[in-house]
T-cell receptor, first 118, second 114 residues
Framework: GAVVSQHPSWVICKSGTSVKIECRSLDFQATTMFWYRQFPKQSLMLMATSNEGSKATYEQGVEKDKFLINHASLTLSTLTVTSAHPEDSSFYIC??????????????FGPGTRLTVL | AQSVTQPDIHITVSEGASLELRCNYSYGATPYLFWYVQSPGQGLQLLLKYFSGDTLVQGIKGFEAEFKRSQSSFNLRKPSVHWSDAAEYFCAVNNAGNNRKLIWGLGTSLAVNP
């Protein structure tokens, strides 16, 4: 149980185009979804937290107009990288939160999406 | 501020040897602690978690971790390492606040010699 999928697993795009990444919780309903960015050989950097039906909460330094997050249902969240540039090339990972009691969540992670912007 | 420290950036062990990966945290209240593993090219997999109760937690793949409040530690252990355990290991703390964010350590890269 607690499987999270991401699509696509990798994408190559031209500079200036937009790319959409989907994150789905396959066998559970996620109250909260998280989007991370991971640079090579580094830890995860949280970009934003999204709750179904409400606006995402972005971390300091993350441009909300560049990284658009939509959380339309309890099983689907999307991240759109708008007007992508080479510096946006990275490994993007989503996670879905399962409430474990009270304010506690366990996060289950998708396999990640490798974005390369030419 | 909350923080997680993984003192060892890289560890190499021989196959069959025991393993201990260190994790120290700084958190004002009772922490909720996690260990995740990331294999090359793959996503993060939850190994185990501690919420409350028994301070020795059993996880998947033969891993266990012990919560020691007095030392602010949550070290991961495995009695006998397999070559397939080579991966990146991350310790994390849940801030248990309204936003449920995880505070991450920088990770420990584990290499296993045959």
């Amino acid at each position: 149980g607690a499987v999270v999928s991401q699509h696509p697993s990798w994408v190559i795009c031209k500079s200036g185009t937009s790319v959409k990444i989907e994150c789905r919780s396959l066998d559970f309903q996620a109250t909260t979804m998280f989007w991370y960015r991971q640079f090579p050989k580094q830890s995860l950097m949280l970009m934003a937290t999204s709750n179904e039906g409400s606006k995402a909460t972005y971390e300091q330094g993350v441009e909300k107009d560049k990284f658009l997050i939509n959380h339309a249902s309890l099983t689907l969240s999307t991240l759109t990288v708008t007007s992508a540039h080479p510096e946006d090339s990275s490994f993007y990972i989503c996670s879905a939160g399962v409430q474990g009691g009270g304010a506690l969540d366990t996060q289950y992670f998708g396999p990640g999406t490798r974005l390369t912007v030419l | 501020a909350q923080s997680v420290t993984q003192p060892d950036i890289h560890i190499t062990v021989s196959e069959g040897a025991s393993l201990e990966l260190r994790c120290n945290y700084s958190y004002g209240a009772t922490p909720y602690l996690f260990w995740y593993v990331q294999s090359p090219g793959q996503g993060l997999q939850l190994l185990l978690k501690y919420f409350s109760g028994d301070t020795l937690v059993q996880g998947i793949k033969g891993f266990e971790a012990e919560f020691k409040r007095s030392q602010s530690s949550f070290n991961l252990r495995k009695p006998s390492v397999h070559w397939s355990d080579a991966a990146e290991y991350f310790c994390a703390v849940n801030n248990a606040g309204n936003n449920r964010k995880l505070i991450w350590g920088l990770g420990t890269s584990l290499a296993v010699n045959p």
